[in-house]
């Protein structure tokens, strides 16, 4: 799951840094190769926390079978940002999108 070609939405693509979306596709890696049973569905909330007075990326990625659900926190972000975000496998490709766009 989750090796095939990845994509990214237009909504995503725009408004979204290049730093978070590649850190985002880093959490599956990471899961992957760890050996993590994943759903097809991951969700991604993610929120601004203020750490020693900076703001740092927070990541929550959540799955519902089986459950799964951790919080990483990463502070080379450039733009810290608030939203949710899902990547979807759908067996032929990959695709990162905003719930709104599914």
């Not at 840094?17 to 899961?31: A, E, F, H, Y």
């Not at 992957?32 to 740092?56: C, H, I, P, S, W």
Request: contains cysteine.
């Amino acid at each position: 799951m989750f090796s095939s070609k990845r994509y990214v939405t237009k909504g995503v693509h725009d408004e979204v840094g290049q730093d978070i979306q590649q850190l985002l596709w880093s959490i599956i890696d990471v899961r992957k190769n760890r050996g993590d049973t994943m759903d097809y569905l991951q969700a991604f909330e993610l929120f601004v926390e203020v750490q020693e007075g900076r703001a740092v990326q927070k990541v929550c990625n959540r799955q519902e079978q089986p459950y799964h659900q951790e919080t990483i926190t990463f502070k080379s972000v450039e733009r810290p940002i608030q939203t949710t975000i899902w990547v979807i496998d759908s067996g032929d490709y990959c695709t990162m999108l905003y719930p709104h766009e599914y």
